[in-house]
């Protein structure tokens, strides 16, 4: 009732006379001082309860000092602060992780609950239209718990009874900017509870330099980049498909280049088998001699070579079925990765229908039925849109790199990927900045990952090719084009090292 204002009322009167005006005169109460001043002392009370309830350790550790002074004197409590003060900065310097694990995230954790959400919780929610003021009093969704880590704020929220996932995801550039973070992303960790993931800092603003060439063999994830929250990118290309999407420059090279640098010990040891159609002819012929005669340009020679690889799925599933149901590669059965560079020239730009078809029901084939008998696709293309691309669908694993409009999003990472934070459109343009980065949405998770691929520079194709190019073929590797379509040196101060 204290709570309840005078414009509260009058929004209730109504006239029933036309034309006649409402006067409003608030009745003015005058509150007794001493009634003021023992209502501020109990909200002081509750709020000091409420602190030493809420963050009981933190509560501690600020009123020993003062217990020690108060028993022992001020001297004992300066030698005792001292003591922990040297400590802790010993810790934090000798066994930086542990001190940050323990000791140093849960620091800053209170701190930024107490000074950013806490504070800006009322003022952001309400004016975001996720709380709401009626009759005087505010109705807020719960601020549970921070969490921080080196990348980001986690803060665990509440829903009001009758919210939805969407009427957060639908705010979430009002949350990022009502509490200073660049962005923010919604995830479901229960029934009517909340993740709210507020980065601190970009480890993707700067280029990442190329992995290097693993040691072990192996069709696993391969290592091509680095999450947004400092772990390795690790994609899966067995027993999967993958598209990627990006406008021209958005760095589609360096994640089929990152793939096949990360597979090269497995091709040299007979267990993958990396096919590339390159219809552009200005990326995957920049280390053509990888391939060997696995390699297509042109477009008939394309659906020969993707009608190859759909009798390779046939005549293996012949000789699967009934005995195994999943692929495991050997020298005798080995992965085929078929790489598509810019696949919209095979199946949309195509101006030849019969060879148009062909692709397409290749591709198809491909992508419905090789993973389980260890043939996968991987294709790039700039243009998402179904007329371009009328099997996307098919791919389980999808990445969007930078894309010109809002709904490409969408339409590459399927519905609701933007509403998530899967936010393509706003990547930069700027190569340095933009450049491979983009969001990974994989078939076991709907929640897009913020990542980059890592540049693997024309120097780097060069060294592969000189080191991994099959014996038997005869191209040097100073006969390969000198320079990749748009390749530009990238800024390699400041690179940092690949989580
Ligand atoms: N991962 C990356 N990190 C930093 N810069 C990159 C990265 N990938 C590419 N670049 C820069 O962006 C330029 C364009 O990259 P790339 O040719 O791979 O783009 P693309 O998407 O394949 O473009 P297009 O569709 O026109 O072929 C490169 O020349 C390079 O300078």
Redesign the pocket.
Known sequence: MLRKLPGDEARNLVSTTPDTAVIFRPAVVRTPAFVTIVIWLSRLIAGLVRLVWRHPIASAVALAPVAVTIAYGWRLASVLVGLVVVAGLSWALLGRASFLRLVGWRLLAWWRLVWVYRRHWQPVLIVSGLGRHLRGRDYLPHLLRVHCDGWADRVTVKMLNGQAVKDWTDRTEHLAHGFGSRTCRVTVARAGRLVLTFPRRDPLAV??PAAPIPDVTSVGPVEI?ACEDGRPLRLKVHGTHVLIA?A???????YLWGTIRGLLPAMRAGLVEIWALDP?R??LSFGRALFGDRYAADPADCADLLEAAVAVMQERADRFGGLQRNHTPTAADPFVLVLVD?VAFLTAYQSDKSLKLRITAALATLTTQGRAVGVGVMA?L?DPRKEVMNIRNLFPDKIA?RLDESEQVDMVLGDGARDRGALADHISPV??LG??VGYVRLETSPDPVRV????VSDDDIRAMVGDYAPPTDSTPAESIPVQ?????P?AREGVSANG
């Open positions: 280029p990442l980049g990006g021209t420059g958005a760095g589609k090279g360096s552009k200005m990326e810019e790039a700039q790199l190569p340095t450049a491979g980059r691929a890592a540049y990749r379509q748009d390749s530009a990238v």
